[in-house]
């Protein structure tokens, strides 16, 4: 399967989950090939091996590993598909979560790139105040220094 589960699919899973009988299932093995799919597997002292009712037997030849494998994938879906169930939920939640953080997290930096923006449009008028500044300075500058010259020459040809 490549596909996400659809919301209706897992209910559908869920609901076999729930109709099916309660666990947790075993497997009672006759010696001769057949499996038998049990709930409510336990051993007693008194009673030996017991359980709520069959729920599936399955067939096979006396030794054959293969019946054995599928018996105990039964058995244990029980339990095993309730807890894949709960990992799904939980792994969901977390992304859930994890996207909530994300959409946090996006909308804090869309927010501080407009406010760097704002910064730095603010930074290069200030560099523009700070040049047009230098550019009066200097011009002043050069006029205090011809002014200077000026004055050092009268004073130069009154005192002769």
């Known amino acids: 399967m490549n596909q996400p ?9 869920r609901e076999r989950e729930q109709a099916a009988t309660k666990g947790p299932w075993g497997t009672y ?3 001769k090939g057949t499996y038998t799919i049990q709930s409510g597997c336990r051993v007693s002292l008194d009673a030996g091996f017991t359980s709520d009712g069959d729920i599936a037997t399955l067939h096979g030849e006396h030794g ?6 599928n018996a105990d994938f039964m058995a244990r879906a ?10 799904l939920d939980r792994v969901r939640a977390e992304r859930d979560a994890f996207a909530d953080r994300v959409d946090t997290l ?3 930096a ?9 910064m730095y449009a603010e930074v290069q008028k200030a560099n523009r105040e700070r040049d047009e500044v230098h550019r009066v300075y200097a011009d002043e500058r050069a006029l ?15 005192s002769h």
């Open 64 to 69: 054959d590993g293969q019946t054995y494998v």
């Open 5 to 13: 589960l659809t919301p209706e699919h897992l209910a559908e899973i």
């Open 29 to 31: 093995y006759d010696g």
């Open 144 to 158: 205090r220094i011809k002014a200077e010259a000026e004055r050092d020459g009268l004073k130069k040809r009154l």
């Open 110 to 118: 869309k927010s501080n790139k407009r406010h760097v923006q704002d």
């Open 78 to 87: 029980r339990e095993d598909v309730r807890d894949l169930l709960a990992e």
């Open 106 to 108: 996006t909308a804090v």
